[in-house]
């Protein structure tokens, strides 16, 4: 499989803090990668660098083959990467189905087949019944699924999912793991940010591990469990001997 | 008849009713009211593209009244250039003045970025009111008095100042309404949402902002052309008067931001109160600005989303009272 994303000794430092320090990563196309970490270990300061959000101070990115260090979030949403927010943003006071439809322009300007791919999008999230609900009366897993539509309505080629199961309860989560099977399903390649094991086990072949903005293990699932560097990070140094 | 049929034939009337008002109309104060009505929601319909839309809210847009004023008068007593011309004119200078400013106010968000605006507006007027041999200083100038020249912009009888007023009502309607259904329009509603999820989706968010700036100070300008040559006068305290600013977001507040009539209806109501009061109070100094407050402090408790969201409720609940 070619390579999907390439981060390369990416490093970027708030003042004294060293959010993410020379990490480096590859996706490849159609893979579902999972970076997982403590809180603060620096996995959404990561997206933000790969998106565009941050400046890194150091190090690239290359999607697809194609530069994308330095650029604007809107242009490198244009070159086929869309992601999910930690804490979802919706714009509330629009409806489901303008909020996707704000994806959807992106690849098409008239505003009729913007709304039928919209509508395509929603459906796919689940949410056709509540296309005409204001976005800040969903609950807080159908922002969750508002969130995937309107990424996915910009017909990305990888999806940076940050957190999305945070906060739904088990059958939710259970759904939004059946979710990401079937973005994985339609050939997207996928970067999935999680703290919930149950479901990063569920999704993810290949895991990347950070630790106070530091690679420290790489590989499949039971590798990275097994390896005595994500032991301390988690619980600490004497539960790893 | 469905709902928008019916609402299409309701504004048609309204339409056809507005431009037959003059046959009706015979004293001076009434068409003064109604001209400056139609003046200030123009103005209102501008500024809410950027105000009410894009949710960048602006207490600068004087600034490109202004100006419009000033690039109009200036050509025509300097190089006898028509204000028709001239309203043109002033739009593209407004329009290139847009840039600098936006370039200066839109890296500060909410409350910081609407003081920016207050403040470039209020530096434009003292540059006016000290550059003495460049525009008449503070005393400011008479235009001429041409008599009936209508290529000049200057009408016997004020029904033809209506007529222009009105046209530049429903110009700016036009602009809003094609904007409003169109990907800008979505954008716009979106950066005012969240700025950062706008970006996320591809929104070229300083791009977009930058774009409806431009046309909102364009559409101001005209109106400033449009009221200097209405009232013969132009010194800075008029041309950058603070009031306009204030008076271009209070109507689209009151009327509903970001919705295509909204600051028309906030203006019929907040000007003809005004014009009510005054005639039956007679010009007591603060009575007006306290009514004013008064209005908008009962709209911002129990209505924050103006008249017109007022409205859509009432006919949400109608309609889902309607459907059991």
């Known amino acids: 499989m070619p390579e999907a994303l390439v981060v390369k000794d990416l490093s970027k430092r708030f003042g004294g803090l060293r959010a993410v320090q020379d990490v480096s990563l590859t996706v490849r196309e159609n893979e579902t990668l999972a970076l997982i970490g403590p809180n603060g270990a620096g996995k959404t300061t990561a997206f933000n660098l790969i998106m565009g959000f941050y400046r890194p101070d150091a190090g690239s990115v290359v999607a697809f083959g194609r530069e994308l260090t330095g650029l604007r979030p809107h242009d490198v949403c244009k070159h086929g990467l869309a992601r999910t927010f930690q804490v979802a943003k919706p714009f509330g006071g629009m409806t489901v189905l303008e909020n996707v439809m704000t994806g959807a322009f992106l690849r098409d300007r008239h505003p009729g087949s913007a709304r039928d791919k919209a509508r395509e999008a929603i459906a796919f999230v689940g949410l056709s019944t509540k296309e005409n609900v204001a976005a800040r009366d969903l609950t807080t897993i159908d922002q969750r699924r508002l969130e995937m539509a309107r990424a996915l309505a910009t017909q990305p080629k990888l999806l940076l999912l940050d957190e999305v199961m945070a906060g739904l309860n088990p059958t939710e989560v259970d759904q939004a793991v059946a979710l990401v099977h079937r973005l994985a399903e339609r050939g997207l390649t996928i970067v999935i940010v999680e703290h919930l094991m149950r479901a990063v086990m569920a999704v993810a072949k290949h895991i990347v591990v950070l630790d106070h903005g530091q690679k420290i293990a790489e590989g499949s699932p039971n590798d990275v469990m097994a390896n005595p560097e994500v032991i301390r990070a988690y619980l600490g140094s004497t539960a790893a001997r | ?324």
């Not at chain 2, 204000?83 to 968000?109: E, N, Q, T």
């Open chain 2, 1 to 324: 008849m469905n709902f928008s049929a019916r609402i299409n034939a309701v504004l048609a009337v309204l339409l056809a009713a507005l431009i037959a008002l003059p046959l009706a109309v015979t004293s001076n104060f009434a068409y003064d009211i109604l001209i400056r009505i139609l003046l200030f929601a123009f103005i209102g319909t501008s500024w809410n593209l950027l105000g009410g839309y894009a949710k960048q809210f602006s207490l600068g847009h004087a600034a490109f009244f202004g100006l419009g004023a000033y690039t109009s008068s200036l050509l025509q007593i300097n190089y006898g250039v028509s204000p028709w011309l001239g309203m043109l004119a002033g739009g593209v200078v407004a329009m290139l003045a847009s840039l600098p400013i936006g370039w200066l106010c839109f890296r500060l968000r909410g409350p910081y970025f609407t003081i920016a605006t207050i403040a470039t507006a209020q530096v434009l007027m003292l540059v006016f009111l000290k550059f003495r041999d460049f525009a008449w200083g503070a005393e400011g100038t008479t235009m001429p008095n041409l008599g009936s020249a209508p290529l000049m912009m200057q009408f016997e009888g004020k029904a033809p100042y209506y007529y222009v007023a009105l046209g530049l009502l429903l110009l700016s309607l036009v602009v809003t309404f094609y904007i409003s259904r169109s990907r800008t329009g979505y954008y716009l509603l979106a950066l005012g949402e969240d700025q950062d999820a706008a970006e996320a989706v591809g929104i070229d968010v300083p791009g977009e902002k930058r774009n409806i700036f431009m046309v909102s100070a364009f559409l101001t300008a005209m109106g400033g052309t449009f009221y200097v040559q209405y009232i013969y006068f132009i010194d800075p305290n008029t041309a950058f008067n603070f009031d306009v600013s204030i008076k271009a977001a209070l109507v689209s507040i009151v009327g509903g931001v970001g919705t295509l009539f909204g600051p028309l209806i906030g203006t019929v109501l907040l000007e003809t109160t005004a014009a009510l009061l005054q005639s039956w109070l007679g010009n007591q100094a603060g009575v007006q600005v306290t009514v004013y407050a008064l209005i908008l402090m009962a709209i911002i408790l129990w209505r924050p989303t103006g008249i017109m969201g007022f409205a859509k409720e009432f006919l949400l609940r109608k309609k889902l009272r309607a459907t059991p």
